[in-house]
């Protein structure tokens, strides 16, 4: 895939990621459904992603505000396919120590219960910085979502008010439409080629899904021998 220089437009960007994104899943499940299967899947989708990214940023030089340490889109309403969460959850299991892991838990049940029961957009106006942010910086970058890459602002002072002066509705924030339009086509492609398996395939609340994830024993197994491991009442119906 390559995004052409100058005024020329991407052709079938989108149907192509999609497509894409759908065969890595279908084949990588086909050699084996296993936890090792997950990771080398979602690495595969997200080096994707960040491989593509890489070259809007070179061929188009959009102006973007985004920075290491600015956090302030931390607090947004993050959607999650059940893949990302299961591989999620793996990665903080492989990657943070059992201390870390238990303060991350209190962490996450603290915002999830303040979530319980709010929609979206209420869920947005509480503005709580996601747990897993440590520092200002993501905690678990390498394995964020995928609505998490498809962010970008073009105003971070818009980003900081909306925060830390929260009118009734956030300011519209300006963004990098081909950023979030690459993210949003590989999650398409996620949901497509999970749809091929037998395995858990909902939309979920990042905060919410992590805190059942990170309460339920062997998560990542029950997941792939078909159990709905994420339960009703936190599937987005919206
Ligand atoms: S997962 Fe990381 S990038 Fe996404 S909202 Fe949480 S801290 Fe921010």
């Not at 998560?219 to 009703?232: C, N, T």
Request: with cysteine; net charge negative.
């Amino acid at each position: 895939m390559r995004v052409e220089d100058g005024s020329g437009e991407t052709l079938h960007l989108h149907d192509t990621l999609i497509a894409a994104t759908h065969n890595i899943i279908v084949e990588g499940f086909l050699q084996e459904i296993s936890p090792r299967a997950v990771t080398r899947i979602a690495e595969n989708i997200y080096a994707q992603t960040e491989s593509l990214q890489a070259e809007v940023l070179r061929v188009r030089n959009p102006q973007i505000a985004c920075a290491k340490g600015c956090a302030w889109c931390c607090t947004s309403y993050v959607s999650v396919t059940t893949l990302e969460v299961v591989f999620l959850t793996a990665f903080i299991r492989a990657n943070l120590s059992p201390e870390e892991v238990e303060t991350l838990k209190e962490r996450t049940a603290q915002s999830a219960e303040r979530r319980r029961g709010l929609d979206s957009n209420a869920q947005e106006a509480l503005r709580l910085f996601c747990p897993l942010l440590k520092q200002n910086g993501c905690s678990v970058y390498a394995a964020r979502p995928l609505m998490c890459r498809g962010w970008t602002s073009k105003d971070a002072d818009i980003c900081r008010m909306n925060v830390e002066q929260p009118g009734e509705t956030p300011i519209p924030v300006p963004y990098y439409r081909l950023f979030k339009e690459i993210a949003a086509s590989v999650r398409v492609g996620v949901q497509s080629g999970i749809d091929q398996t037998p395995l858990q395939n909902d939309d979920l609340e990042l905060v919410s899904a992590l805190n059942v994830a990170l309460n339920t024993r062997d998560i990542v197994e029950r997941w792939l021998a078909g159990e709905q491991v994420f339960p009703d009442e936190i599937i987005i119906k919206e």
